[in-house]
Nanobody, 126 residues
């Protein structure tokens, strides 16, 4: 499956933004998906993850309560709704996917994902 992240942009602190990860070339419903972010010189960190059915989610402590991951398998798309944005949320955001066998599977380690999108830049100004 190929992934295409979109929706990034510039926003002021406290604002909201929704980024999307669209899949093609496969049945997205059989994939667990994660959103990661990376800033220059730093490692890529998990932001949020979701299982294939959307019933299980996981968030990093830094975004918990502000970001929401969701998916619409009929549209082959996973979303990351970001609210209460802070300058430290500025990063390139990547989506990643991994085909799973069981619906409860969810992954938060970047090395557990096999398919990656190209990234979308999110910039939050103070």
């Amino acid at each position: 499956v190929q992934l295409q992240a979109s929706g990034g942009g510039s926003v002021q602190a406290g604002g909201s933004l929704r980024i999307s990860c669209a899949a093609s070339g496969g049945t997205f419903g059989y994939y667990a998906v994660g959103w990661f972010r990376q800033t220059p010189g730093k490692e890529r960190d998990i932001v949020a993850a979701i299982n294939w059915s959307g019933t299980h989610t996981s968030y990093s402590d830094s975004v918990k309560g502000r970001f929401t991951i969701s998916r619409d398998n009929t549209k082959n798309t996973v979303y990351l709704q970001m609210s209460g944005l802070k300058p430290e949320d500025t990063a390139v955001y990547y989506c990643a996917a991994r085909r799973v066998r069981y619906s409860s599977e969810l992954y938060t380690n970047e090395h557990e994902y096999y398919n990656w999108g190209q990234g979308t830049q999110v910039t939050v100004s103070s």
